[in-house]
C-alpha cells in the first residue's frame, strides 16, 4: 500500500474518532435529560428522542466506520456505501443542530431547556412537587441550557465533519482504483503504485528495425521495398548469392551433383584443367 492511502486512510480513521466523541457527548447529555425527566413523571418531548435517536445511531456507525476503514477502506461497494451514510449522518447532525437551537440563546435570566423553562438559578435537586422520593438529580435550568448549548455546538461541527468524512472517502476511493489499476509492474519495481513515467507519461518500446542480417536489407534498417533475391551477407566475404552464375569460361562438360563455385581468376580455354 503506498504512502498515499495509508495517509488517507489515517485521516478517515482520526475523523470518525472525533465524529463519535461528538455523537457520544451529544448522546450522553440527552440520555441524562431522559432519565431525568422520566424520573419525574415529566413530559418528554419528541424532538428529544429524535435527538436521542440520532446521536446513539450515529455512535455505533462510527464504531463500525473505524473498524472497516482499516481493513476495507477504500474497497468500491464500502467505499460508496460509506459516502452514502456520511452525507446521511451530516443531514442528521444539521437537524440535531436546529432541534438545540434553545441553546443558541444566553442561558441567563429566563430560559427554555429540555428539562423545562424558568429561571436559569432555579434548581430542582432531588425534591419533587408531588413528594415521591427522586433517584436521578436534576440540575439548575442554567446548568441544563448549558448543557445544551454544548449539544448545539459539538452538532454543527459533527455535521462539518461528516461531510468532510464524505470527500475523504471520495478520495480514498479513486486512490483504491488507481492503485488496482497500475498494479507490480517493472516500472514501478514490482510495487503497487503508477511507477515512474516520462514528462509525457509511459513510452512504449518500438522497435525501428531488424539486426538479423538474414531477413534485413542493411545493416540496422528496416526494408520498405520490394523483396530482392541478392541479399547482403555480413558474416562472409562475398556480396549477393554465392551460387556461381555464368563465368568467363565454356562449359564442356554438364555438371552433376550440385553446384559449382565459380574460380576467381580467369584461365585460358585450351589448356587442361589439372586436378589436385
Given at each position: 500500500m503506498a504512502f498515499g492511502g495509508?495517509?488517507?486512510?489515517?485521516?478517515?480513521?482520526?475523523?470518525?474518532?472525533?465524529?463519535?466523541?461528538?455523537?457520544?457527548?451529544?448522546?450522553?447529555?440527552?440520555?441524562?435529560?431522559?432519565?431525568?425527566?422520566?424520573?419525574?413523571?415529566?413530559?418528554?418531548?419528541?424532538?428529544?428522542?429524535?435527538?436521542?435517536?440520532?446521536?446513539?445511531?450515529?455512535?455505533?456507525?462510527?464504531?463500525?466506520?473505524?473498524?472497516l476503514t482499516c481493513f476495507l477502506g477504500g474497497k468500491s461497494f464500502f467505499a460508496l456505501l460509506a459516502i452514502l451514510l456520511d452525507l446521511l449522518f451530516c443531514g442528521a447532525f444539521v437537524a440535531i443542530a436546529v432541534l438545540t437551537r434553545d441553546g443558541a440563546h444566553s442561558c441567563t435570566g429566563s430560559v427554555k431547556t429540555p428539562l423545562g423553562n424558568g429561571r436559569s438559578d432555579a434548581k430542582q435537586g432531588f425534591d419533587n412537587s408531588n413528594g415521591q422520593q427522586q433517584y436521578t438529580y436534576a440540575v439548575?435550568?442554567?446548568?441544563?441550557?448549558?448543557?445544551?448549548?454544548?449539544?448545539?455546538?459539538?452538532?454543527?461541527?459533527?455535521?462539518?465533519?461528516?461531510?468532510?468524512?464524505?470527500?475523504?472517502?471520495?478520495?480514498?476511493?479513486?486512490?483504491?482504483?488507481?492503485?488496482?489499476?497500475?498494479?507490480?509492474?517493472?516500472?514501478?519495481?514490482?510495487t503497487s503504485g503508477r511507477g515512474r513515467g516520462g514528462f509525457f507519461g509511459r513510452r512504449k518500446n518500438r522497435t525501428t528495425g531488424l539486426r538479423d542480417p538474414e531477413v534485413a536489407a542493411g545493416a540496422g534498417t528496416l526494408s520498405t521495398g520490394p523483396t530482392h533475391d541478392v541479399r547482403p551477407s555480413h558474416d562472409t566475404a562475398y556480396t549477393g548469392s554465392t551460387v556461381a552464375g555464368p563465368g568467363p569460361y565454356e562449359h564442356n562438360k554438364p555438371l552433376t551433383g550440385g553446384y559449382h563455385t565459380a574460380p576467381t581468376s580467369t584461365y585460358a580455354h585450351n589448356t587442361p584443367a589439372t586436378n589436385y
Open positions: 495509508a495517509a488517507l486512510k489515517l485521516l478517515q480513521t482520526i475523523l470518525y474518532a472525533i465524529e463519535f466523541c461528538c455523537a457520544a457527548i451529544i448522546l450522553g447529555i440527552y440520555s441524562y435529560f431522559l432519565a431525568t425527566l422520566a424520573d419525574r413523571d415529566l413530559t418528554i418531548y419528541t424532538w428529544a428522542k429524535a435527538v436521542e435517536g440520532m446521536s446513539g445511531a450515529a455512535v455505533l456507525y462510527t464504531i463500525f466506520a473505524v473498524l439548575s435550568l442554567g446548568t441544563a441550557c448549558r448543557l445544551n448549548t454544548a449539544c448545539f455546538a459539538v452538532a454543527i461541527g459533527g455535521a462539518a465533519l461528516f461531510f468532510i468524512s464524505a470527500l475523504v472517502q471520495l478520495a480514498l476511493a479513486r486512490h483504491h482504483k488507481k492503485e488496482k489499476r497500475f498494479g507490480p509492474s517493472p516500472t514501478n519495481n514490482y
